[in-house]
Each structure stands twice: as structure tokens, then as C-alpha cells.
């Protein structure tokens, strides 16, 4: 089920199945038949850690969504709530209950809270005079979720908010105790470096947390040699950025939501022959997608114009394979083909899905202005245009007529965020009559209410008014190289290939750091927002590893308050080049791309369209 | 969590640290403890002790008349709870012998008393320890964990406990200094729970506004915890004293987004305008106030009109939705939709909207363009590109690029004729024949190659237009004309 996780550098399945354990020990908590009552938003990342099936086994029979309102009936010994620690969800939570209690005075409650219980929630139930009607009030630590053999995620949307606007650091303290755990399973890191307040945060309270362990010292040998932390507002721009790699689009586009996306369903119509495709489906297409496909794993981390000539090579292998059966003679030989087939049914399938996918996004994206006239691609493109303008330092302290022609056509406001942050970055802020003239004609276009949105961003950095006259962002490009002329999309020997030339400044740090060195970019380190620093963590005699010859080191990356796929795509370019010597793992609160994470600084993000 | 705040008594230690049952409370109402059936029976036995524990009197029996606690919300829920609970009759015969009584501090009043004495699963805690959730069964505990079921915590060693939702005594934190050492200790543990809680349990509110603001980020997990409540009254008045009033007005403004009628809306709107925004903020406030005025009073006027039935434009376009709380852009398209012939001098001319909300050039140009287009009103849209000059001639200036006006008037399914005159000015002659193409407007096609002198790309149009059409004779004339210098 899970083993593209154990495929990596490190076997993340370990993890996963901790957490299967976990929670199974907690159904059976709760002996009898049973009904689990969902927190919408906990199902996602619920799917990465265990399907329907292991429920079942474990007496779930009936599964809802938490509505206010009475329950649904179901004859069922216990109800459990599986909820995140929030006051809102309290009250549904009491109604529930006051609601069922008339009818069914036999059924027992719970509530598994995830990742943790909260003083707050349980005083909100007491106040509703529900708290005492709970068997059991237990919490499901669910801090690192093994997203690929890669890849973890908290998956943590409001940790960004949460930490930069809210200075609420409880995300932070999650993060430790997963990194905690992390180490349990996988040995004490050596290393650990960071960049801003968060890592500096997160890194005390790991070493304090050590320190509480000692005497008793962890055995295992570490599998990961250095631990970089990485706080989101070192690296503001790139989030903004357009991701221009195969799965980055895909997320940009259609939303990647914990590992599923779901698409269009026209151009996944089988059409039969002679037949008039008159019922087309009208339910989106829903695709898991991560390495245990094959070809996702060897396509997704390409620059889109790289991935239709890998489609293409694919097919003909896969053509070649289906040909085969001419040569099948003897009965052996057919016997060897069929016994093949399923795989190669399921290579086809896959082909066909990801040249549907590439298809769609191939008509949002096509880039020749004056051949492609769908007003889609122009968009795309213009915008396109108009980022790498502000990437490359092009009259970022003008007001963009771009801009301003999105706002009067009513563009996602969304869409005009994103741009307009990235003008601030760029820029180390923007001219205040420049930031004036903005602010107005976005308040007048999508509605006044917006003051509260624009202040967000404001408070987190991403929109500003310049403060000191002085733009460093220059300096930061030019010795981190984050612009590279002659980006190969083809065959890419440099990271800004995953953004056509934008080279992520995260990931910038990331090599410098693994290649010369911090000490290098000194300068340019004190230029970003929060402190760098390292910490060596002591490993007991005999658990220093005894390195072969040419065998490459490991490093964990963990992004604070979100990382992009191009990002991610990024650091898997660099785990494979050949001379890098470095692996990497990488983990993060959340996965993101520039409209979820704008949507999650944004007060009523609903209300967002006129 | 706030289940295991149990409180603890030095001489019932002994009776903690010895009993095979770790400690336990229990919900003191009938109808809850019933519930907890026959799994409590194990501990039936440690029920008095627990009752004894109960030191709710304690908190009745407090005379807090030496500090004002009136303004937090807090402290009424809490009496009001606790008044609940002295009133009936305890369910379990009460043991009074030896309780000691715990000396309250007259400081204040502690608001820890909120959290006491409840249920939830102190009992399965105790019995299976599972407050330790941990992930992996290689995991060990921290040292720390081994004094369990001693009392005598320090801050730190607290703190650490809430965080694993251990049982801990707040109680023993009594003097003010002890109080913010542990919010100290709970602030740099990170964990806002943590640090609410603490902010919640030990400090008095008189003290709170004055030790919190030297303590940021215990500061902010109150405020953040008040939004969160609503407690909108006790969090304006934390800021007030803090002297953020930027965050108090806009908290304050925001409000206006859960009043559903338009009426109160305005007039709540209109109590927002003292408030301290930023002047920038401020301005943008007064509009939104003025722009929900004059909306409540175009609406009434609009919508009788509609239902009188004498006003033509209505009939022909009926109002699909109500104008009330859009933005402004979308009330001057509105405008220019159903008013655009007033005088400057009503609240729904546009001319007027512009001028009061100091609406830019382009953005009043782009919205009158999309609204009259709509109309299908080409005389209006005609005169908003005709400018005159000294001489009296006219030519059209636009101040957005006319391959957007094209845009815009073919959005709103403008026909050929019209299309082709906007396209044949655009400037850029590239631009030009991609927009002509994609509108088959042939004359602006063959026009701008005879102007770039490009003969092949006529040759090639020749092919793409109808056999023996006007186009198809006006290519052969230009192609036979001897006065042309092609370039190629």
C-alpha cells in the first residue's frame, strides 16, 4: 500500500507505521462496533496514514462529517469524534451530543483530538455541560506525516500565519516533537543548522527536550547527518513565483490537496468507438499522485517544456513492450508476456492520465503569444512576463501597468496579491505612493472589507512600504545567483531550471550551505530576516558513522510555515547530481504554492470574488 | 488537558505515591459520573479523597474585595459555575477531617479555579498512562516523567507537565514573582496551550496588563485566545491600555463583516470612523461608509422604480442582484448601467461617483467602456474615446491601450464594424494583425502588410480569405499595383 515510502534514502514507512499502531491501539480503546465522526479537514491527511479498510478491521462501521445538528442514526456502540483542537468545532461537538442524548442513552462518546488536546476545547465543552458525557478524551500525535520517500508533512496550513501573524509558536513546538520522534526512529542528528527565529526557536526546544532524556541515550545509529532548519520569511519571493515543473503546475493550477488533485473530467472520457460520447462524466477526475507511479516519479520534478518529449519517449517504450506479443512464439513466451501484461496495462493508464494532464495544462500555458490566441495562455504568459520582470529587478519601483490592467479587468484578487507581494519583495518594499496607489485600487475594485487582508500581509512582510531607502534585494540576487540567463529546461545543470531561471533562494541557502559553506555569504545572511546559527548534538561512543568511500551524507531540510513542490523539485535535482555527495530528505508544516498560502493570511478568504 | 490540573495536598502524597492508583478525579455531577460505569468501580475506593480535593469552597470563601476583577468576563462565568455547584448537595458523603486549608493567596483572584474539578479522562490516564502519546514504542520517557506523582514541581518541571497534559498544582504558585516565573518558563516552552493556560490560571487580571506587556509573546496567546472566545469587550480594553490602537480599530472594523443588515451595518460603519486607524486606513473607512450610504439609497430608489414599471431601462434589464455591499467599481458600472445620462448633481451619477471617491482616470474609463459596451450603447462608447482638439477635428485617445478596449468590447460581443475600428488603432502593428486575425477583420489584415510593404504575407492572406471576395479582388489590386515597393 505504502511502499514507494520505504523506496528512499531513508525507509519512511517506519514512521507511517508508528502511527498506524498508534492509532489503532486507540480504536480498540474503545471496545464494541463504532462510528467515527469527522473534522472535515482531518480526513486528508488521515488518508495518508491509513485507509477505510484498517479502520474496519477495527469495528469502524459508519464514518460522518461533523455537522451541527442531531447525528445521523447508526447502530453503533460508540461515537468518537476525531476533531482538531478548535473552539468552533466544540459547539458543533455539544450539539451532537446534547441532540443524541435523548434518543440513545446507551451510546458511549469520545473524541480523539489531532495533533493535540486542548485546555481551551475541553473548557468550552464543560461550559456547553458536555465534557462529562466522554469516555475518552485522548489526543493523536500526528506531527510528521510521510508524504513520499522523501517527503514529510505536517500538514499545517496555518503554521505561517499562526507564527508570523499571530506569534502563536505552537506550530513550533509540534515541529520539535516530530523532530523529537524523528530522532527516536531514525538517531540523534549530528548537525543541526538553521536560518531565522523559528529555526532558532525550534532548535532550543529540541536541544532542551534532548536534555530531559539524558541518561538514557538513543542507540541507533543516525541515518541523517545534518538537520537544516529553514524559516519560510528568509525566503518570502519564492512561494510567490509561478512553479513551472511538471507537478508544480499541476498544484499551481488544480490544487494538490494531501496527495490527491482532481481535474477536469473532459479529456478523461474513454470514448469508445462509434459511440457518441454523449454522457461525458461530469464529476472531476480524482488522481493520487506520488512516486509509486513510475512515471509520475520520472516526470514530475521536470520543467513543463521537458515533459512532453518524456511523454513521448515513454510511449514508444511502451508501444515497443505491447509489440512484443508478435514475437511471442512459443508458449513460454506467451506465457512470459501475459504474466507481464497487468504491468503494462498499468503503465499505459498512467501514460494516458499524465498526456491528458499535460494536454490541460499545455492550454493554459502555451507561451507563443501570437500563434495561441486563447486568452487563457496570454494570461499565463503575461503574468509570467511580468514576474520574471520583478525577479530580475525591472522596474520594481513603478506602479506595473500589468498590474493595473488585472485590477480594472477584475482578475482573482488572489492572482493580484500574488503579484504585488512579489513587487514588495523585490523591491525591500514598495515606494509609499506606489504601495498608496495599489492599496486604493485594490480596496475600490474588490471592496474596502479588504483592509484587513492588505494589513495581514503587511504584518507578515509580504506587502510593505519601504522603510530605509536602501533595496538589498539586488545584492541577495546577485551573490546567491538567484537569476540564471541560460536556464537548460531540457537538461537542467542548475536548480533555477524549476522556475526557467529563478533559482529558489531557500534552495540557494540549502547548497551553499552543503558547498562552501554559510561562512561564504556572511554578508548576505545578516541581509535576511532572523539569526544563523549551528548546534552539535553529542553522539555516545561508537555511533559515529564510519563513511564508505564516495557514499553520499544526508541532510533533513525542514521548511518552517511551508515549501513548494518546485522547491522540493529542486532539492531532488540536487540529491541526484552526481558530484553533490548530499542527499536529501526534506519536511515541512505545510504544502504550499502562492494562492494557498496568500488564501491562509487572508481574513474571509471566501468572500474574496465580487 | 485542564482535566489533569489536578490539585494536589502535601499530606495526600504519601497516598499518591503508594497507591497502585494514580491519581484520578472525577466528575462531581450525578448524570456524567453514572456514565463512567463499571470501568470506575477500580477506583471507587480513592472517591472521598477526591471529593476532599474538591476545594471549590475555597474559592466561595474568598474575599476578593481587594482587587477589581469586574471587567473580565471570566470571573462572572466562574461564580456563576461555582455558585451552581455549592448549591447541591454533594453526591458523596463528604469527608471534612484533616482537610487542610489551603491559605489563598488575597493577592487576587486567581482564575485558575475555572478549571477545576472536572472529568474527561484523568481516568484513563492514570490507568494507562496514555497521556504519553508517543508515536514509536523505542521511544523512552525523559527522566522528568519519573517524578510523576510528586507534587513538588518546579516551574519548569510544570510546565513540561502540562505540555505532556499531566497532572500539575498551579496552586502552590502563589506569590506574584513565582506566577510569572512559570509564565516565563511556560513562554519559552513554545507551546501556546501552555502559555494560555498559564496566563489564564495565574495571573490576576489588574496584574495582567502590566507584567503581559513586557511579555510579548504571552501577550499575543491572550489576545489571540480572546478572539478566538470573542471576548471582544475585555480584548478591546486589553488594547486599549497597551496603546494598540491601530489593532483596536481594525479588530473593531472588522466586526462590520457579521452585521447582516445594511442599516446597522452603515451606522456601525459610521461608529468606526473615530476610531485610530492609520490615516491611509481612515480614508479608506470613510469610504466604505459613504459607499454604503449611497448604496442603501440608491437600492430604495432603484428597486421602486423597477416595481413602478415606467422606467424603460429596467424593464428591458432587469436588476439581477442588489447593489448593497458591493465594491465600489462595481456600484460605478452600476451606475453607469442604469444612470449614466445623470446630472452630476444625484447620488447615482457616475460622474459623481468618480469625483467622490477619487476614482482614477483608467479605472473609471475601463468600467463606463464595459457597462455602455454591455448596453450595446457604441454611440457612448464612441464618445468616451472622442476628444477634440483646437482645431476642432476629432480622434479617439483612450488612456488604457487599444488592444484592451478590443478586449473589452469583444467580452460584451461587440460587432465586426465596431471591433474593426478599435482594432485598426492599435499601434503596434504585430499586435494589430494577431487582433484582426482573431476578429476576421480582413481590411485592417491587408491594410497593415501593404503599410509593413510585405508581399509574401499577403500572398499568404490571399489564401486563407474566400474565393472571389471583396478581400480576395482587393489583394489581386494591391499585388498588381506598380506603385508599391515591396520589400520582399
Known amino acids: ?610 | 488537558m485542564l482535566t489533569s490540573l489536578l490539585l494536589l495536598k502535601p499530606d495526600e502524597e504519601d497516598y499518591w505515591n503508594s497507591s497502585k492508583f494514580k491519581a484520578f478525579t472525577f466528575d462531581d455531577e450525578d448524570d456524567e459520573f453514572s456514565r463512567l460505569k463499571e470501568s470506575k468501580q477500580a477506583v471507587n475506593s480513592i472517591r472521598r479523597l477526591v471529593e476532599e480535593d474538591d476545594d471549590e469552597d475555597d474559592v466561595e470563601k474568598v474575599s476578593w474585595s481587594g482587587e477589581p476583577v469586574g471587567s473580565i468576563s471570566w470571573s462572572v462565568r466562574e461564580t456563576a459555575a461555582s455558585n451552581q455547584r455549592t448549591d447541591r448537595e454533594p453526591a458523596f458523603p463528604k469527608i471534612n477531617a484533616d482537610t487542610p486549608t489551603v491559605s489563598r493567596s488575597h493577592s487576587g483572584y486567581s482564575l485558575s479555579s475555572l478549571f477545576k474539578g472536572e472529568t474527561g479522562d484523568q481516568f484513563s490516564d492514570s490507568l494507562s498512562d496514555s497521556s504519553v502519546r508517543l508515536y514509536a514504542p523505542e521511544l523512552r520517557k525523559p527522566k522528568s516523567e519519573y517524578k510523576d506523582y510528586v507534587s513538588d514541581w518546579s516551574p519548569e518541571e510544570t510546565v513540561h507537565r502540562m505540555q505532556q497534559g499531566k497532572a500539575v498544582s498551579l496552586e502552590k504558585f502563589r506569590s506574584l514573582q513565582d506566577k510569572l516565573l512559570l509564565l516565563d518558563f511556560s513562554i519559552s516552552a513554545h507551546d501556546g496551550n501552555v502559555i494560555t493556560a498559564v496566563t489564564l490560571f495565574t495571573i490576576t487580571f489588574t496584574v495582567l496588563f502590566r507584567e503581559l506587556e513586557s511579555r510579548q509573546t504571552a501577550l499575543r496567546h491572550f489576545i489571540h485566545y480572546l478572539t478566538e472566545t470573542r471576548d471582544q469587550r475585555l480584548l478591546l480594553e486589553l488594547l486599549r491600555a497597551l496603546g494598540r490602537t491601530e489593532d483596536i480599530a481594525l479588530l473593531q472594523y472588522k466586526e462590520h463583516l457579521s452585521i447582516a443588515d445594511e442599516n446597522k451595518r452603515r451606522d456601525f460603519l459610521k461608529s468606526c470612523l473615530s476610531l485610530p486607524f492609520s490615516p491611509e486606513d481612515s480614508a479608506h473607512v470613510q469610504d466604505h461608509y459613504t459607499l454604503l450610504e449611497r448604496q442603501i439609497i440608491i437600492e430604495a430608489t432603484d428597486r421602486q422604480a423597477e416595481r413602478g414599471g415606467k422606467v424603460e431601462i429596467f424593464q428591458k434589464f432587469p436588476r439581477r442582484a442588489s447593489i448593497l455591499n458591493m465594491p465600489l467599481i462595481t456600484t460605478l458600472y452600476y451606475c453607469c448601467f442604469y444612470h449614466y445620462t445623470e446630472s452630476e448633481g444625484t447620488y447615482s451619477s457616475p460622474l459623481n461617483v468618480r469625483q467622490t471617491f477619487r476614482i482614477s482616470e483608467k479605472q473609471f474609463f475601463v468600467t463606463a467602456l464595459a457597462a455602455r459596451a454591455k448596453l450595446k450603447a457604441w454611440v457612448d462608447v464612441d464618445a468616451l474615446f472622442t476628444s477634440r482638439n483646437w482645431l476642432g477635428f476629432t480622434r479617439k485617445k483612450s488612456p488604457l491601450g487599444f488592444h484592451r478596449v478590443v478586449d473589452i468590447l469583444q467580452k460584451n460581443s461587440a460587432p465586426t464594424q465596431v471591433l474593426q475600428e478599435y482594432v485598426g488603432l492599435v499601434d503596434d502593428a504585430e499586435l494589430r494583425i494577431s487582433l484582426a486575425q482573431k476578429h476576421k477583420c480582413h481590411d485592417i489584415i491587408i491594410n497593415t502588410y501593404r503599410d509593413l510593404k510585405d508581399r509574401q504575407q499577403l500572398l499568404g492572406y490571399r489564401g486563407k480569405v474566400e474565393r472571389g471576395s471583396v478581400e480576395e479582388r482587393k489583394i489581386n489590386e494591391l499585388l498588381d499595383n506598380p506603385q508599391i515597393r515591396w520589400k520582399n
Request: glycine letters at 6%; a neutral charge.
Open chain 1, 1 to 610: 500500500m505504502a511502499a514507494h515510502l520505504s523506496y528512499g534514502r531513508v525507509n519512511l514507512n517506519i514512521l507511517r507505521e508508528a502511527a498506524r499502531k498508534e492509532l489503532r491501539e486507540f480504536l480498540d480503546k474503545c471496545s464494541g462496533s463504532k462510528a467515527i465522526v469527522w473534522d472535515e479537514y482531518l480526513t486528508g491527511p488521515f488518508g495518508l496514514i491509513a485507509q477505510y479498510s484498517l479502520l474496519k478491521e477495527h469495528e469502524v462501521e459508519k464514518m460522518f462529517t461533523l455537522k451541527s445538528g442531531r447525528l445521523p442514526s447508526a447502530d453503533v456502540k460508540n461515537i468518537i469524534f476525531f476533531v482538531r483542537p478548535r473552539l468552533e468545532l466544540m459547539d458543533i461537538i455539544a450539539e451532537n451530543v446534547f441532540s443524541e442524548d435523548k434518543l440513545h442513552s446507551s451510546r458511549e462518546f469520545h473524541i480523539l483530538f489531532v495533533p493535540r488536546r486542548s485546555m481551551l476545547c475541553e473548557q468550552r465543552l464543560k461550559e456547553q455541560g458536555v465534557l462529562g458525557s466522554f469516555i475518552n478524551i485522548d489526543e493523536y500525535i500526528l506531527d510528521l506525516i510521510p508524504y513520499d520517500g522523501d517527503l514529510l508533512s505536517m500538514e499545517y496550513e496555518s503554521a505561517f500565519r499562526e507564527c508570523y501573524l499571530e506569534n502563536d509558536q505552537t506550530s513550533l513546538y509540534h515541529t520539535a516533537k516530530g523532530l523529537m520522534t524523528l530522532q527516536a526512529l531514525y538517531g540523534t542528528i549530528p548537525q543541526i543548522y538553521g536560518k531565522g527565529e523559528c529555526a532558532r526557536h525550534v532548535a532550543n526546544m529540541m536541544l532542551r527536550m534532548k536534555r530531559e532524556f539524558a541518561g538514557s541515550q538513543n542507540q541507533i545509529l543516525p541515518v541523517f547527518d545534518t538537520l537544516l532548519l529553514l524559516d519560510r520569511n528568509v525566503d518570502l519571493l519564492t512561494p510567490l513565483a509561478t512553479q513551472l515543473t511538471y507537478e508544480g503546475l499541476i498544484d499551481e493550477i488544480y490544487g494538490i490537496n494531501n496527495g490527491y488533485v482532481k481535474l477536469p473530467p473532459e479529456k478523461f472520457a474513454q470514448k469508445k468507438q462509434g459511440e457518441a460520447s454523449k454522457d461525458l462524466p461530469t464529476e472531476p477526475k480524482k488522481l493520487q499522485l506520488n512516486s509509486a507511479e513510475e512515471l509520475y516519479a520520472e516526470i514530475r520534478d521536470k520543467n513543463f517544456n521537458a515533459v512532453g518529449a518524456a511523454l513521448s519517449k515513454k510511449a514508444k517504450i511502451i508501444s515497443a513492450a505491447f509489440e512484443e506479443r508478435h514475437n511471442a512464439k512459443t508458449v513460454g513466451e506467451i506465457k512470459q508476456f501475459v504474466s507481464q501484461l497487468p504491468h503494462m496495462q498499468a503503465a499505459r493508464s498512467s501514460l494516458a492520465n499524465h498526456t491528458s494532464i499535460a494536454e490541460l495544462i499545455k492550454d493554459i500555458t502555451s507561451t507563443n503569444l501570437y500563434l495561441s490566441l486563447v486568452s487563457a495562455s496570454e494570461a499565463f504568459f503575461d503574468n509570467l512576463t511580468v514576474e520574471q520582470e520583478f525577479m530580475t529587478g525591472v522596474d520594481t519601483d513603478k506602479v506595473n501597468t500589468y498590474i493595473e490592467d488585472c485590477i480594472a479587468q477584475k482578475d482573482p484578487l488572489i492572482k493580484i496579491l500574488r503579484l504585488v507581494c512579489m513587487q514588495s519583495v523585490c523591491n525591500n518594499g514598495l515606494k509609499q505612493k506606489v504601495f498608496d496607489y495599489y492599496k486604493r485600487e485594490i480596496l475600490q475594485t474588490y471592496g474596502y472589507e479588504h483592509i484587513l487582508t492588505l494589513n495581514n500581509l503587511e504584518k507578515g512582510g509580504l506587502l510593505k512600504p519601504q522603510t530605509s531607502s536602501r533595496n538589498n534585494y539586488p545584492t541577495i540576487r546577485k551573490t546567491l545567483k538567484l537569476w540564471m540567463e541560460d536556464a537548460n529546461e531540457q537538461n537542467p545543470n542548475d536548480i533555477s531550471y524549476v522556475y526557467s531561471g529563478y533559482a529558489p533562494l531557500s534552495i540557494r541557502l540549502t547548497q551553499v550551505l552543503a558547498r562552501p559553506g554559510w561562512r561564504s555569504i556572511e554578508e548576505v545572511l545578516k541581509m535576511l530576516p532572523g539569526p544563523h546559527f549551528e548546534e552539535r548534538q553529542q553522539l555516545p561512543a561508537g555511533l559515529h558513522k564510519k563513511r564508505q568511500q564516495g557514499e553520499n551524507r544526508t541532510t533533513l531540510v525542514f521548511f518552517l510555515g511551508g515549501v513548494t513542490y518546485a522547491e522540493i523539485a529542486a532539492l531532488r535535482f540536487l540529491s541526484q547530481m552526481e558530484d553533490s555527495g548530499m542527499e536529501y530528505i526534506i519536511a515541512t508544516t505545510k504544502l504550499i504554492n502562492g494562492t494557498t498560502w496568500i488564501k491562509s493570511l487572508m481574513d474571509r478568504p471566501e468572500c474574496q470574488t465580487p
